[in-house]
């Protein structure tokens, strides 16, 4: 049986935002390289599907209609800037379709038991993009789709969301801010774009304490991500017992990613990887993931070559055990305070 399987789509190379922004960081060589590494390693066993183009009612389950056309339509008039920051070209509408069709098949692939966990290496990323807006790079929200389709399509009542990418996952927050099925955790730099996500802010509504923020401080290292993992964020979401787990997986917290200023190292990954794998088996739910940021391509790589073993179960973690509070310092303490008003930890 394949350890896991790895979606991703010719698609996704085709979008380039240097065509109207020379210098931008998010280039098809980031997957070029990644999938590079993969090969050289035989993919490590896990069986490779084509992701396939996300339906637009698919779509239209988190964003408006009228973005998807806004999209659709900037894309088939040859491109051009949504932002400073987005940019997209002609191929870009169907790059991300593809993107967001590849996690949503993943989960299906997941929900109908043929593995236990999934990646998709597409691009554009997703979890900046709002119901009607897109933004930091992202068009098209790929995982909120996929959680989105497990609830409307699958009849999955509960899905945790666990995003580790260095920027605050606002999307993905907005799109389930008022909803009780959908647990989202993010854990970012503080004060990085795009500038949201204040621990205090638990969502609204129905679903206020279904969004944990969980901010860190610029230069932060391993023991504060791991440990408001482990304290924080996995009580909360074992209390919440998802049916369904899915990793927002950027490594832009790496110490040399350029974008961002956290110093995670390629070990301190893999257990985060442990972390959400263990999770799910807790939780007795397939694992999901999808990429998102991580803008140094030989990083990028050298980081998804050595999680995805120990995601599907077949390695274990580099480095030391796991940090004490004193290690993870004040941030710890007040985290708890915060989610401790509306979960066990």
């Known amino acids: 049986m394949t350890p896991g399987f790895y979606f991703s789509h010719p698609a996704c190379l085709e979008h380039d935002p240097r065509v109207y922004s020379p210098g931008h960081p998010d280039t098809p060589e980031r997957l070029v390289v990644l999938e590079g590494a993969l090969a050289e390693r035989n993919w490590l066993g896990w069986q490779r599907r084509e992701a396939p183009a996300a339906a637009e009612a698919q779509l239209e389950l988190v964003h408006t209609a009228e973005h998807v056309r806004r999209i659709r339509q900037l894309c088939a008039e040859g491109g051009g800037a949504i932002d400073p920051d987005t940019f997209v070209g002609e191929a ?45 790079f992202c068009l098209f929200n790929n995982i909120a789709v996929a959680a989105a389709a497990a609830i409307a399509e699958a009849g999955v009542s509960r899905v945790f969301i666990l995003d580790w990418d260095v920027h605050a996952g606002n999307g993905t927050a907005e799109i389930f801010r008022r909803r009780a099925d959908v647990l989202v955790a993010s854990i970012h730099e503080a004060g990085l774009f795009p500038g949201t996500g204040p621990l205090s802010d638990a969502g609204s509504g129905a679903g206020e304490g279904y969004t944990i923020n969980l901010p860190v401080p610029a230069g932060s290292e391993e023991p504060l991500w791991r440990g408001l993992l482990e304290h924080v964020v996995l009580p909360a979401a074992a209390a919440f017992a998802p049916e369904l787990v899915l990793v927002s997986a950027g490594f832009d917290a790496h110490v040399e990613d350029p974008l961002a200023n956290c110093r995670l190292s390629t070990g301190s990954f893999t257990h985060l990887a442990a972390l959400a794998r263990e999770a799910a088996r807790a939780a007795g739910a397939p694992l999901g993931v999808v990429l998102e940021g991580g803008y140094n391509r030989g990083v990028l790589a050298e980081c998804v070559c050595a999680t995805l073993p120990v995601l599907a179960g077949e390695a274990e973690p580099a480095g030391g055990p796991a940090p004490t509070a004193e290690q993870a310092g004040g941030m710890l303490a007040r985290a708890a305070a915060q989610v401790g008003r509306y979960w066990p930890l």
């Open 92 to 136: 870009s509408f169907r790059a991300a379709l593809h993107a967001a069709g590849g996690a949503c098949a993943m989960v299906r692939a997941l929900l109908d038991g043929e593995a236990g966990v999934g990646f998709c290496g597409v691009r554009p990323s997703g979890h900046h993009a709002e119901a009607a807006r897109a933004m930091g």
